[in-house]
């Protein structure tokens, strides 16, 4: 063996391994980890009393502070959510009714992290009076409401001993929410974006965070165990507390408004603005949802990123989108895109195709040149390249439309991974969730199995035969590779292969006939 | 420092990555060859701009064929004591460049 051969082999060995190893023994979860935060949060509270530092303080349990367990206020059901207002004028939670977001473990999606701050959270800077308002319950206007058609208004009221506290809600059936703070008089206080939840099994490279939007259209992005010191900004558009597929969003917030960006214990980032006497601004919590965030307010589209691809992803999103609503169905969406693709780089395939038909008349040139440079690929390589340019053939694709491959398909990447359209979105027979591994490994094998068909009749060009041998065995490597990555991804590769083996068939089947023609005359 | 980061990079380009479409470049150097050879013998922005030019040229609307890296400079700084085997011939292209041709033969020395 060379070194480059044991190299590769203990790559693929080590892969394999990997695998394994995570399906023998799947990662811990983090099970203790939510009590140890519950009496941490105890403790900061009571730590916050002592000190002035606002680095403690972010999150208060309303059940510890009242001692009672029925910390709900009001409840607010929408078509597909219930969402509830605990007795510290908060956003208790949002719980998501669609079947799509629900968890085997944890049940239906929940939006608000169980520990931390939660959104509309009102803290004082003075901490005397912060420590009468985590004591004394708000009180409602209304206990239940339903929004399914329609939206609903609710005032809360906290009554301390020389302050009143309004919150004038409107909560929207999409969604949003319209805010109204009033102080009695003049305070100095922060309102709380919220935590979203952290998942344990979250996906490879998906973010989550905080982000800042600014009017000048720059976006500052937080991810969560990278917060660093205190930072304020101004001049926002909207500030973002995301996950995978969820966010929870203020907006048009003022742009006076102070926004700051703190961290907690696990150095994921806070966000808590300064507010006014007067104070109103716009929220948002749920999905990432594109049309409904543009039916909200255009700007917040500006909320959904797909790391540091968007440029790429975010324009190929719109480019599915329009396409599904079309055809109503994300698998065919995809599909129509690779066609799309194979069309726009029709001209080159196009062009390779004419040259074809010349390749006859230089094959045998090519054979006598590998005789005559036998054991020196390198000079034969060169020779061969040389014959070919001279005859004007060329039966390579070139390395342009492999490169341009790349990156389209690490933006279907990100769009799998980050569009909340397309998760639970189904195609035909057995895919129901293209935004999720195929559960039954058949389209994994489909995409190995036309891949070795492509590579078998795509005529190419070796002068290393380990690295040929290595070529051959890129469709099996590629099957395990691709076995967890989204379905959607995986189809779209597998439909590229046969497109690529359709042309490649009328080709070969155009050069045969030429071949033929020639012989005869 | 940085050019030893990119030459490593390509280096690893070529022993896995280059496997998902071996074999398709139209050129001679290949794409990757090409611009290691940029990278190694001309400045940075150069040999940035230069391996973009030839990606670009690397599909069907180019004949392909060879094409070999320029240069402008000679930098064969010849250590005294050690005789160092050739790695590259400077083939003159007209006035102050030359072709770099990598010497693919062992056993012969400066």
Known sequence: ?521 | MIRKFLLSLLTIYQKFFTLIGYGSCRYYPTCSEYAKWQFEKNPLHTAFFQTLLRILRCNQLFPGGIDYPLTKKLNCKIKKDKMSPIKYWYVPKGKNQYYLIKNFSKGKSC
């Open chain 1, 1 to 521: 063996m060379t070194p480059n051969q044991r190299l590769i082999l203990a790559l693929v060995i080590s892969f394999f391994f990997l695998m394994a190893y995570s399906t023998v023994f799947p990662p811990e979860e983090q099970v203790t980890n939510e009590q140890n935060a519950t009496t941490q949060v105890t403790q900061s509270v009571e730590e916050s009393s002592g000190q002035t530092n606002v680095d403690l303080g972010h999150d208060t349990q309303a059940t510890t502070v009242m001692g009672s367990s029925d910390a709900v206020l009001a409840k607010l059901t929408g078509e597909n959510y219930v969402l509830t207002i605990d007795t510290l004028g908060r956003i208790e939670q949002k719980e998501m009714l669609e079947a799509k977001f629900a968890d085997d473990k944890i049940g239906n999606a929940k939006l608000v992290a169980q520990t931390g701050a939660k959104p509309l959270y009102i803290r004082f800077a003075d901490n005397d009076l912060n420590e009468e308002a985590i004591k004394t319950p708000y009180s409602s206007n209304l206990k239940e409401a339903n929004l399914v058609d329609g939206h609903a208004k609710v005032t809360l009221t906290q009554k301390l001993s020389d302050l009143v506290v309004t919150k004038n809600l409107t909560f929207y059936s999409d969604g949003h929410y319209d805010v109204q703070i009033s102080m009695s008089k003049d305070v100095r206080y922060y309102v709380y974006l919220g935590m979203h939840p952290t998942f344990s099994d979250k996906q490879m490279m998906s973010v989550e965070g905080v982000m800042v939007y600014s009017s000048n259209e720059i976006s500052t992005i937080v991810k969560d165990g990278d917060a660093e010191n205190m930072t304020s900004y101004v001049d926002t558009v909207l500030v973002s507390s995301f996950s995978q597929y969820f966010a929870s969003i203020f907006y048009n917030v003022g742009r006076d408004t102070t926004i700051k960006v703190d961290r907690d214990r696990d150095d994921n980032p806070v966000v808590f603005m300064e507010g006014s006497k007067e104070f109103s601004f716009n929220g948002y919590i749920g999905p990432k949802d594109y049309k409904i965030l543009n039916s909200i307010n255009p700007e917040l589209t500006n909320a959904i990123e797909y790391g540091w691809f968007t440029f790429a992803a975010a324009p190929l999103f719109q480019f599915l989108m329009f396409l599904h609503d079309y055809v109503g169905n994300w698998g065919w969406a995809i599909v129509i895109l690779t066609l799309v693709i194979r069309i726009l780089l029709f001209p080159l395939t196009f062009k390779g195709m004419l040259s074809m038909a010349k390749l006859k008349e230089v094959s045998p040139k090519v054979k006598e040149l590998q005789a005559k440079f036998k054991g020196d690929p390198q000079r034969m390589n060169a020779a061969v390249m040389e014959l070919y340019k001279k005859e004007g053939a060329n039966p390579l694709g070139g390395c342009l439309p492999l490169l341009l491959q790349i990156p389209v398909f690490f933006a279907i990447y990100r769009v799998l991974l980050n569009a909340v359209e397309l998760k639970g979105a189904e195609w035909i027979f057995w895919i129901t969730d293209l935004a999720h591994m195929d559960p039954t490994y058949v389209l994994p094998i489909i995409m190995g199995a036309t891949m070795f068909y492509q590579q078998h009749i795509t005529p190419s060009n070796f002068t290393d035969p380990m690295q040929e041998k290595i070529f051959k065995f890129l469709p099996l490597i590629f099957t395990f590779f691709f076995i967890t990555f989204p379905a959607g991804l995986v189809l779209y590769w597998a439909v590229n292969n046969i497109f690529s083996i359709a042309q490649q068939a009328v080709v070969n089947k155009k050069f045969a006939a030429h071949k033929k023609a020639k012989s005869e005359e």
